[in-house]
């Protein structure tokens, strides 16, 4: 409610602002509209917007580290109101939770979760806290970050960022580098960069000069020491490359900047506070302290391009150079001349934090869909006219810039030349200056002794002069005392020391006159000194403008380059998307052609198979053929088995009657005309003639058994050719169809690696989208996200937000007037904010130590480990936040009777969208038969959602 | 003028590939000193024959001369003899009796020479092989064989780091490689964090939650895929895969394996740090001859029970400034 009344606020205020504003809107459009017009011309696919709820979350997540609550995202999903959004991006700034959460995006960027050793970690979120909520300008925070030196505990926690890096110069060289230009300029440190042309040697050892006289100090103030930030008088490096040998020297620079102009101060100027024990030492001039000012001043471009740079890839997931500490001529932004007009906007807009990221937060570069676009063809026609022109005009650019990166390293070349010219001089300066320091040294000696013989003298004067009056009394004395002699012996000694003293005051006067001329002669070595050191100044002078100049050149040749080198990259980028997505129709038509080959294939091994499958009856009954025939065959070899048998038999029965009627005859003619004898003998003369008959037919029969035989074998013998004719054509239809199915494999194949082509190409393409901004990028949550994402969605926030609004109508209720006083409101609010974090802030760090990547890396980086989601699952905390508690979601389902309005809940209130329509059933298939255990049912969708990749991701 | 260093030219990047014994189409990769584990074919061979290292890290508390190299009959060499081992001309400390008897399998450096007398900035140079600068970390030698060696699929994590004491957590010892290569701690060679399921939820619930995640993110996936979905949605496989293997780091398991000879690395190593080696106390500031004791029985120990799987095994026993490492067998 507080914030819709905020909203309406804003809304009149806004609207108030633009009426008085609108001439000058009109004369110049705004930076979010330059920015999409300037993408325009980057992109080749036209730009789409992504949904309402795509964009409530992602700008909820993105500008106040958590997503909005179901409700809130019920009621701007229906709001009907076209400018919504604009509305939503305004409401979130003015909420508490958007200081919060840039604080912690700062915090990340600036300390990338180094230890807190000197200052405590509640001390320097706050300060960035309130830096955020004052809205201080960049420039301003970092001009505090660097000058800060931990002395005064109302600017201390500032002091954090050089305090907690041991104020290392090479640790704090690279940060400084990284984190305010851009630069990562650590290979740079022994010799130049040996993959980037621009990063030199000399630019790490200037920005080094910087920041190298810088040291921590213990202070002893009573029983506590604290360290602070001291500074020491500055003085030239000296370094050279380990490869190549060669002296150099520098002053200090900045990236992108010639040397700062150093006053020439002599030694004993050189301090405002001299370094003693216990004592902070404070140079006449700060080194740290000019950083801190040329850095910011609106004047160098390496600094405000990579604030730029940094704010945009905060909100994009990406920088337009990325990665964001990698600024060199080889690695282009990818839209120059906006990073350009980005960082030009943001020095106009005085360095304004909140009002730049609202900027990035309105144009429809941010507001793309995480949906890519799709591959169309008349993309393709367009995209294959432009290949020719581009490769052309790339042609002519690479010529340029292959022109400028030579001018470039002569233009280094001639820089190094000047110096070198200036090297000799350089050190009769340190050793003029080396004889002003001793000279200045012996005066002081001399002076010293000088002190000491005139205090002599005095001394030996005084007791001189002690003595004579107090011989002029003593010998008053005796005046008195004429007789007394000791009184006269003593006069006399009396008398003779002080005679004896008053004559060692000449040679002492004479050791004071002999000092004061040692004096003299220092003050001349000294005022010659200095002379010869005035001489060597002005010597060098002129030799130092050279190298000034010839360092200008050196500049302005690297600008030119950079400059050279991104149209190319930028046009190369753009011929390079031009010709995959001119590819497309190509692959598409090639794997149009696999697949018709494919097919065809396909045809063929199926007309193969039934022409195969069609002979099988064929084979089959010739085999059974074949069996028949044998079978056949078998039989009548029998049946001749028999015959033959028969036959022989028959044959011995012939064998035998005749024998029988050998012998009969035999006997009958022992006995002739023996009746019976001869009756015998007729009978078997008949029997064999019988038998002979029968031996006759027994031998038909065998003949035709025999004839039946070679018949059946030659029905075998044909059987079995007709068998093998058909085994060869059944043969060689399965060859038919073992060819058909490789070369269906085959031809699957060429059409799978065209599709594996066609799916690589689109893999580039995806990535081109993402990072030409034609689509969005995906961004993991940080651990601070995450921590805050789930306390939102699980209600835990919303749980202690109530007992904080409870706590303080008790403690502090508002009075009638407070209650409609939109300022009071306003801080309520942030109190609100400040006491639930207070509360739940405990477990931010359970996240980081899970999902936090290590101290000193980059925290932009993505990992998934598993212990990350043995956290998630086994984990005590997230499995009792998913439980069912106060009016959290996991509540307001298992009360909701209506399955399908409890998906919706889970949905709005987890992803800050609707359900599909199949995620709607599937969540009420889920529920639906579970109504036993509905509560469990209910936690395993919410910790489910709650652990998809949707959620872990800002998209 | 630019120089042309020698590290970058081609002649040196071939010597390099062509002495680690891949075949590589010259140019491409950039070569800093490990990319040349990024070539596919290298990180897929050693990752296919599942190489292993293991350290024994034992900063400070042990001298050389009571070791690996005895000084006998000098002024500084100490009360102990020295020994020979199964390795003629080598000897070493008489309290190192059985690791004297496995000298063949072992590659003793003795040249190890540094000008660091800081402990810390000792051990930082023998894990990392630098030497410790402000401005750039390293990481140590067992993220790096996370990196090289881990099949990408594997459900243990590619590097262990077994403390005494201690309740888990990950390492911070990876830099540039990522913490995905940190190392997990095991406090007292306890199984990871977290590996058990709740007692609040049942195992048919936890089942039922996992394929609703699944399907969400299917869905997701289909709208878009990127290496960062994948690696987020593939660790709650891991994670699930690690719980079923969760008894590798079962100490009653493993010496049942050890003695029916199934025994993994991993096991060896973790019985032998829990109830040999290095369970009761820290190594550090014991006596000599404790400290020797242990050592002897780590090595016959670990080479005893390791017959099969120490094949493809590197074990480094650093004891700074004298290290000395087993191969393989």
């Avoid at chain 1, 993105?62 to 409401?91: C, E, H, I, Q, Y």
């Avoid at chain 1, 934090?353 to 676009?373: V, W």
Wanted: proline residues 5%.
């Amino acid at each position: 409610m507080i914030m819709r009344v905020d909203m309406r606020c804003r809304i009149v205020l806004l609207l108030g602002i633009l009426t008085q504003l609108s001439p000058l809107a009109a004369q110049e459009a705004s930076l979010h509209d330059r920015i999409d017009q300037q993408l325009a011309l980057v992109q080749l696919v036209p730009s789409a917007v992504c949904s309402d709820a795509e964009f409530l979350r992602r700008v909820s997540l993105d500008l106040t580290g958590m997503p909005p609550t179901a409700d809130a995202a019920r009621a701007f999903l229906d709001d009907p109101n076209p400018d919504k959004r604009t509305v939503l991006v305004d409401a979130l700034f003015a909420s508490p939770q958007y200081a919060r959460h840039q604080a912690s995006m700062l915090d990340l960027m600036l300390m990338e979760r180094r230890a807190n050793t000197h200052v405590p970690a509640d001390a320097w979120q706050a300060w960035l806290l309130a830096s955020v909520r004052a809205n201080k300008p960049w420039n301003v925070l970092v001009r505090e970050l660097l000058t800060a030196d931990g002395v005064d505990a109302a600017t201390r926690p500032a002091a954090r960022f050089l305090l907690d890096r041991g104020v290392e110069p090479h640790l704090l060289t690279r940060d400084i580098g990284r984190i305010f230009f851009g630069r990562d300029l650590q290979c740079a440190q022994c010799h130049d960069h040996p993959l980037v042309d621009d990063y030199l040697q000399a630019d790490y050892h200037g920005l080094l000069a910087c920041i190298s006289p810088s040291r921590p100090q213990a202070i002893k103030e009573g029983e506590t020491t604290q360290t602070v930030v001291a500074e020491k008088a500055g003085s030239e490096l000296a370094f050279e490359s380990v490869f190549l040998k060669n002296p150099h020297r520098t002053g200090p620079r900045l990236p992108a900047a010639v040397a700062f102009d150093e006053p020439v101060l002599l030694p004993g100027e050189d301090y405002k506070v001299a370094p003693a024990d216990n004592v902070k030492e404070v140079p006449t001039f700060s080194r740290r302290q000019r950083l801190a000012e040329l850095a910011t001043d609106g004047g160098n471009q390496a600094f405000n391009e990579n604030i730029v740079n940094r704010l945009w890839a905060q909100m994009f997931g990406r920088g337009l150079v990325h990665p964001v500490d990698w600024h060199h001529a080889d690695n282009p932004a990818i839209d120059p001349e906006l990073l350009k007009i980005l960082a030009n906007a943001f020095v106009q807009m005085n360095f304004d934090m909140k009002a730049f990221l609202r900027e990035l937060a309105l144009s429809k570069a941010y507001q793309r869909p995480f949906d890519l676009p799709q591959e169309e063809a008349s993309l393709s026609t367009a995209a294959s006219a432009t290949v020719g022109p581009l490769e052309k005009e790339l042609v002519d650019l690479r010529a340029i810039a292959s022109q400028s990166s030579d001018a470039f390293s002569s233009a280094t070349d001639a820089w190094y030349a000047a110096e070198a010219v200036a090297l000799p001089v350089a050190a009769e300066v340190d050793a003029a200056k080396a004889a002003v320091a001793e000279a200045a040294k012996k005066l002081n000696e001399a002076n010293a002794a000088l002190q000491v013989a005139q205090t002599n003298v005095q001394t030996k004067q005084q007791l001189a002069a002690t003595l004579a009056t107090a011989v002029d009394a003593a010998q008053k004395a005796a005046a008195l005392l004429p007789e007394d002699a000791s009184v006269a012996d003593a006069v006399a000694k009396l008398l003779a020391k002080s005679q004896a003293v008053a004559a060692e005051v000449p040679p002492l006067v004479k050791a004071a006159e002999d000092a004061t001329a040692v004096v003299t002669a220092s003050t001349t070595t000294l005022a010659t000194a200095k002379e010869t050191f005035n001489t060597t100044i002005a010597k060098h002078a002129p030799l130092k403008q050279a190298i000034i100049a010839a360092e200008q050149a050196m500049l302005v040749a690297r600008q030119q380059m950079t400059a050279d080198k991104g149209a190319v990259a930028a046009i190369d980028r753009r011929l390079e998307t031009a010709k995959l997505v001119s590819n497309i129709p190509t692959f598409d038509q090639q794997i149009l052609e696999a697949d018709g080959v494919a097919q065809q294939a396909e045809q063929q091994s199926v007309a193969s198979q039934a022409s195969l499958d069609e002979y099988a009856p064929v084979f089959a009954a010739a085999q059974s053929n074949v069996a028949a025939a044998k079978q056949a065959l078998q039989q009548a070899e029998a049946k001749r088995m028999t015959a033959v048998a028969e036959h022989e038999k028959q044959k011995m029965q012939v064998v035998l009657i005749s024998e029988t009627s050998a012998a009969a005859k035999r006997s009958l003619d022992a006995i002739p005309g023996d009746a019976v004898l001869t009756e015998v003998l007729a009978k078997l003369q008949q029997r064999s003639a019988d038998a002979e008959t029968i031996v006759g037919q027994g031998q038909a029969a065998v003949d035709t058994a025999s004839q039946a035989m070679t018949a059946a074998s030659d029905a075998v013998v044909q059987a079995e050719n007709a068998l093998a004719e058909a085994a060869t054509q059944l043969q060689q239809r399965q060859q038919a169809v073992e060819k058909a199915k490789a070369d269906l494999a085959t031809a699957q194949a060429v059409a799978n690696q065209k599709r594996q082509q066609r799916s690589d190409l689109t893999t580039q393409l995806n990535a081109r989208w993402v990072n030409d901004f034609t689509a969005s990028s995906i961004k993991p949550l940080t651990p601070e996200q995450m921590c805050w994402s789930v306390f939102r969605v699980t209600g835990v926030y919303q749980n202690y937000w109530n007992a904080e609004v409870a706590e303080l109508e008790k403690t502090a209720p508002p009075t009638d007037a407070q209650k409609s006083d939109p300022a009071f409101q306003a801080t309520r609010q942030t109190d609100l904010e400040q006491r639930v974090y207070d509360k739940l802030k405990g477990n931010v760090g359970l996240f980081v130590s899970f999902y936090g990547a290590a101290a000193g890396q980059p925290q932009s980086d993505f990992f998934a480990t598993a212990d990350q989601a043995l956290f998630a699952a086994n984990g005590g905390p997230i499995n009792s936040w998913v439980g069912p508690s106060g009016d959290n979601v996991t509540q307001r389902m298992i009360q909701q009777t209506d399955l399908g309005l409890a998906a919706d809940d889970l949905y709005l209130g987890v992803l800050s969208r609707l359900p599909s329509a199949e995620e709607r059933r599937e969540v009420i298939d889920h529920l639906t038969p579970r109504t036993e255990d509905k509560a469990v049912a209910v936690k395993e969708l919410v910790w489910a959602v709650l652990n998809s990749s949707e959620f872990r991701f800002n998209h | 003028m630019r120089a042309t260093y020698a590290c970058r030219s081609a002649e040196h990047r071939l010597a390099r590939r062509q002495f680690l014994g891949t075949v590589s189409v010259a140019g491409g990769l950039a070569a800093s000193g490990l990319d040349v584990f990024s070539t596919t074919s290298v990180a897929q061979q050693l990752q296919s024959q599942q190489k292993r290292i293991v350290v024994f890290n034992m900063h400070g508390g042990l001298s050389q001369l009571e070791s690996w190299d005895p000084k006998p009959g000098t002024d500084t060499g100490g009360p102990f003899r020295a020994i020979p081992t199964s390795v003629p001309g080598i000897h070493v400390s008489e309290l190192l009796p059985q690791t004297a008897k496995q000298m063949h399998h072992l590659c003793l450096v003795r040249g190890v020479n540094t000008a660091e007398d800081d402990h810390g900035k000792g051990i930082y140079m023998m894990l990392t092989g630098r030497r410790q600068t402000p401005a750039a970390d390293y990481p140590q030698i067992g993220a790096v064989a996370a990196k090289t060696l881990t099949p990408e699929e594997s459900a243990l994590p590619g590097h262990i780091l077994i403390t005494p004491g201690g309740s888990g957590g990950r390492g911070n010892d990876s830099a540039y490689l990522g913490p995905k290569y940190s190392s997990i701690y095991l406090g007292n060679g306890n199984p990871p964090q977290n590996t058990t399921l709740p007692d609040s939820i049942t195992a048919a619930s936890d089942t039922a939650r996992h394929e609703v995640r699944r399907r969400i993110n299917d869905r997701f996936l289909n709208r878009r895929r990127t290496a960062v979905t994948e690696a987020f949605t593939y660790s709650y496989e891991q994670a699930l895969q690690l719980m079923r293997q969760r008894d590798v780091f079962d100490v009653a398991k493993n010496l049942k394996r050890i003695m029916i000879g199934t025994a993994s690395m991993t096991s060896v190593v973790i019985v032998c740090w829990r109830d040999v080696c290095w369970n009761k106390e820290s190594p550090s500031f014991s006596s000599p001859i404790r400290t020797t004791t242990r050592i002897t029985r780590t090595s016959t120990f670990i080479l005893n029970n390791l017959a099969s799987s120490i094949s493809h095994s590197l074990v480094l026993l650093k004891i700074w400034p004298r290290e000395a490492c087993w191969k393989a067998r």
